[in-house]
Each structure stands twice: as structure tokens, then as C-alpha cells.
């Protein structure tokens, strides 16, 4: 919802159907809700700079854009699905996880937290969504619609690689 | 009437994997990240090279140690097909 707020503000302005002073009220606003960092913002109001601010919560909307996408993702994790059967035996004692509901959960709280710094992310033209967190080496996928795919830690003894940043930097897919 | 083409089945094992998951274990370059039920395994994961030779190389690797190892089962028994015969399945391959 947050996000949605400095979203609608970046297009209104990007689109001119409002020119930037007009936006400069709201913005500031919006600007507080949308984006954590831009909290201070108000106090730049009150020294009356508001048009510089609302060329900074355009920027910050459209910051927000790409983290809302990504938020919105992964804000559908669905779960396996069929498949968590043959994934669960697979890959479950890599995370030390004894039942699927144990494993599948784990598997939906990393999606939903991938959006974080230092999480790797690309999109294969299939659109399957790949998330790797190089510091823990944890690989997931999933759907456009949130199935998951796979929850795994790569392990070279498995891959043609002699690293898993090397596997994961062979996977197909553009990063966001 | 359903065309049954070399991509539908699994490149290690021979099974068809098409058919029972709707899926291909690669379309192409993309894996699928499925896990083969005949043989345990995973698209992307064992296989993710896009050197064909190579890839192939890896499935001859991989279909020896299964056949080593005696052509088992890998996945839930009610996913098995009715009279299943492994050897009759790697002719898919040929």
C-alpha cells in the first residue's frame, strides 16, 4: 500500500497531468508514507523547497516501483503445490527441516523476504523468478502466479560448477 | 492425437516426463527446476550447463550410476506407471 502511494505520485508527475508544484503538498506526503527514508521530507516543506522534493518523490516512486513489483511478487507465494513431495525429499536435510510444512513454510518466508540487500535476483524468459542469497546460499524459484518451483542450497559436489556463485551467475534471466 | 517428441522425456532416464507433469524438463535453454520421478533428477540443478555436449556428458554420467545402482524407483510408488520397466524406458532415449 505504501508503495502504491509514491507509485501513483511518480506517474502522475512523469505523465505532466499534474505539474510538480501542485504535486509538492501531497507528495511530501506521500513521499513520508512511500519510502522509509524519505520520512524527513516534511521538514523540507516547511522551509518551502517543495518542488525539489517532488522531483525526489518522483525518483523515490519510481524506487518504489521496482521494490513494489518486487514486493508484489512475492507477496503471492502460493507454496509447492504437488511438487513439494519430491523437493522435500530432496533438498529438506540441507535446512535440517523434518516435516514438507516445515520445509514448504521455510521456502515461502525466504520469497517473501527476498527483496532484501544482498539477495540476487533474475527472471529466465519463462518468467520463473530466481532468488539467491549468496551469504547463506540458499536458491529459490518460483512462478508469475507463486508456485514455488525449488528451495535448495547448491552444492558443487551436484552442479557443473567449482563455485555456486558460478552456478548461479550460468543460470538464465535478467536481474531486476 | 499426442506427438511424443525426445524433449518430453527425461535425458538420464528416459521417462516420460511430459506426460506425467505437463512440463518439459528443459523448454529450450530454460530449465524446469522439476525433479524426475524415475530417477531423482532435478532440471537446472545436476544438468544447468548450456554446452550440449557437455550437458550430455553429464546424462551419461548420471544414467550409468543409476543403472549402476540398479535402476530404482526415485519418487512415490503412486507415481510409478503401471508395469513399469526401466529397461524398456531408456530405449526412449535411443
Given at each position: 500500500m505504501a508503495y502504491d502511494v509514491?507509485?501513483?505520485a511518480s506517474q502522475y508527475i512523469n505523465q505532466g497531468q499534474v505539474n510538480k508544484e501542485e504535486w509538492s503538498a501531497l507528495a511530501l506526503d506521500a513521499g513520508s508514507m512511500a519510502i522509509p527514508g524519505v520520512v524527513g521530507l516534511g521538514t523540507i516543506r516547511r522551509v518551502g523547497q517543495g518542488l525539489k522534493v517532488a522531483d525526489k518523490?518522483?525518483?523515490a516512486g519510481k524506487v518504489a516501483d521496482k521494490v513494489g513489483d518486487a514486493v508484489n511478487?512475492?507477496?503471492?507465494?502460493?507454496?509447492f503445490g504437488k511438487k513439494l513431495n519430491y523437493h522435500f525429499k530432496k533438498h529438506a536435510s540441507e535446512f535440517g527441516t523434518k516435516t514438507k510444512e516445515e520445509y514448504g513454510q521455510k521456502a515461502i518466508?525466504?520469497?517473501?523476504n527476498s527483496d532484501?540487500?544482498?539477495?540476487?535476483?533474475k527472471v529466465d524468459p519463462e518468467g520463473v523468478t530466481r532468488v539467491y542469497d549468496p551469504v547463506n546460499n540458499i536458491l529459490a524459484s518460483y512462478k508469475s502466479d507463486?508456485?514455488?518451483?525449488?528451495?535448495?542450497?547448491?552444492?558443487p559436489v551436484n552442479h557443473p560448477y567449482k563455485t555456486n556463485l558460478e552456478y548461479w551467475n550460468a543460470q538464465k534471466g535478467g536481474g531486476l | 492425437m499426442i506427438v511424443i517428441e525426445k524433449s518430453h522425456f527425461c535425458p538420464v532416464c528416459g521417462f516420460n516426463f511430459y506426460k506425467y507433469s505437463g512440463e518439459l524438463p528443459w523448454n529450450g535453454n530454460t530449465p524446469s527446476d522439476d525433479i524426475c520421478p524415475s530417477c531423482g533428477i532435478q532440471f537446472g540443478?545436476?544438468?544447468s550447463i548450456y554446452d550440449e555436449?557437455?550437458?550430455?556428458?553429464?546424462?551419461?554420467?548420471?544414467?550409468?550410476?543409476w543403472i549402476k545402482n540398479g535402476m530404482k524407483w526415485w519418487g512415490d510408488k503412486e507415481d510409478m506407471p503401471q508395469n513399469w520397466d526401466p529397461k524398456k524406458q531408456l530405449d526412449n532415449l535411443k
Open positions: 509514491g507509485r501513483i518523490v518522483a525518483d511478487g512475492v507477496s503471492e507465494v502460493k507454496g518466508d525466504f520469497i517473501k532484501k540487500p544482498g539477495i540476487l535476483r507463486g508456485t514455488i518451483k525449488t528451495f535448495f542450497k547448491p552444492n | 540443478y545436476e544438468d555436449k557437455k550437458r550430455n556428458d553429464i546424462y551419461k554420467k548420471l544414467r550409468e550410476n
